[in-house]
T-cell receptor, first 113, second 113 residues
Framework: GAGVSQSPSNKVTEKGKDVELRCDPI?????LYWYRQRLGQGLEFLIY????????KSGLPSDRFSAERTGESVSTLTIQRTQQEDSAVYLC???????????FGSGTRLTVV | AQSVTQLGSHVSVSEGALVLLRCNYS??????LFWYVQYPNQGLQLLLK??????LVKGINGFEAEFKKSETSFHLTKPSAHMSDAAEYFC???????????FGKGNQVVVIP
């Protein structure tokens, strides 16, 4: 597609429920990233996929968080047993080369009540 | 490890005045440097980037930034602020050949009429 697409754009869930967030990167972009942005704060790196290499999961905050990517296409970020502190905007980005920078999606705003 | 410092989380500027946002990085090798802008309820949009060509880089919306290796800086400027420049601005750095970006904490710019 023309840009990075994320769905849903907004998600309200009850504490303790599982949620799944989806990211459709730009076609042909080998790298895909997930970031978290809490209210009034910067971007917190979560996970990075590069082609068929093992993902860099060093930013995942707990074992409740996981992500998958099929080849060089869609990625899903799953949060199990959501907590109120998981409330944030989750941003996905993709890139082709390091010197091109990232193209970001519009994000998923997650609210845990 | 690379890191990015942006001082002053909130920056107020009068309409028509100079916009100056400071960014310093720590890196032992030549980096790629980026500025992103985030408008309310949107993802991040690339403003401009430095990738070892000209040290003065021009971006969209009248913004420019200068790479100064001796000062490890990449400050963002715009000669005359417009109301539409109200947004959050993020500086980011990646090491040469490394596809992953490290982001600063961001500057929230408020334009005063």
């Amino acid at each position: 597609g023309a840009g990075v697409s994320q769905s849903p754009s907004n998600k309200v869930t009850e504490k303790g429920k599982d949620v799944e967030l989806r990211c459709d990167p730009i076609s042909g972009h080998t790298a895909l990233y997930w970031y978290r942005q809490r209210l009034g704060q910067g971007l917190e790196f979560l996970i990075y996929f590069q082609g068929n290499s093992a993902p860099d999961k060093s930013g995942l905050p707990s074992d409740r968080f996981s992500a998958e990517r099929t080849g060089e296409s869609v990625s899903t970020l799953t949060i199990q047993r959501t907590q109120q502190e998981d409330s944030a905007v989750y941003l996905c980005a993709s890139s082709l080369r390091a010197d091109y920078g990232y193209t970001f999606g519009s994000g998923t705003r997650l609210t845990v009540v | 490890a690379q890191s990015v410092t942006q001082l002053g989380s909130h920056v107020s500027v009068s309409e028509g005045a100079l916009v100056l946002l400071r960014c310093n990085y720590s890196s032992s090798v030549p980096p790629y440097l980026f500025w992103y802008v985030q408008y309310p309820n949107q993802g991040l949009q690339l403003l401009l980037k430095y990738t070892s060509a000209a040290t003065l880089v021009k971006g969209i919306n009248g913004f420019e930034a200068e790479f100064k290796k001796s000062e490890t800086s990449f400050h963002l400027t715009k000669p005359s602020a417009h109301m539409s420049d109200a947004a959050e601005y993020f500086c980011a750095v990646s090491l040469y050949g490394n596809n992953r970006l490290a982001f600063g904490k961001g500057n929230q710019v408020v334009v005063i009429p």
